[in-house]
């Protein structure tokens, strides 16, 4: 049995709800029989681009850019912590003169 590919809309419904709709009926029975195809036929196997071994650009980057971010982190904590200082001063000043 081969089964289509494309869903049939369901027909129209009437406004009269006890008239009997021989199309609907027939649609009915006809998406009752339906089934769904297994996992294993719907799915494709998808074969990977690259192999678990090889190394990539990022893999071979990572230790470089890790440490780059860490001296990017700590001297912008040290500046933000000299910055504070900074602010933390008083802010009148009196100079002294003889």
């Not at 029989?33 to 998808?46: D, F, G, N, Q, S």
Request: glycine share 6%; proline share 8%.
């Amino acid at each position: 049995m081969k089964l289509s590919t494309t869903r049939a809309a369901p027909p129209a419904l009437t406004e009269d709800p006890f008239e009997v709709n021989e199309d609907l009926a027939r649609w009915l029975q006809a998406s009752g029989r339906r089934r769904l195809r297994p996992v294993e036929k719907a799915l494709t196997k998808i074969e990977p681009i690259a192999q678990p071994g090889d190394g990539t650009f990022l893999d071979a980057a990572r230790l470089p850019i890790l440490l780059g971010l860490l001296a990017y982190s700590l001297g912008q904590y040290f500046f933000l912590a000299t910055s504070l200082k900074i602010l933390l001063l008083p802010s009148l000043v009196f100079f002294v003169f003889r």
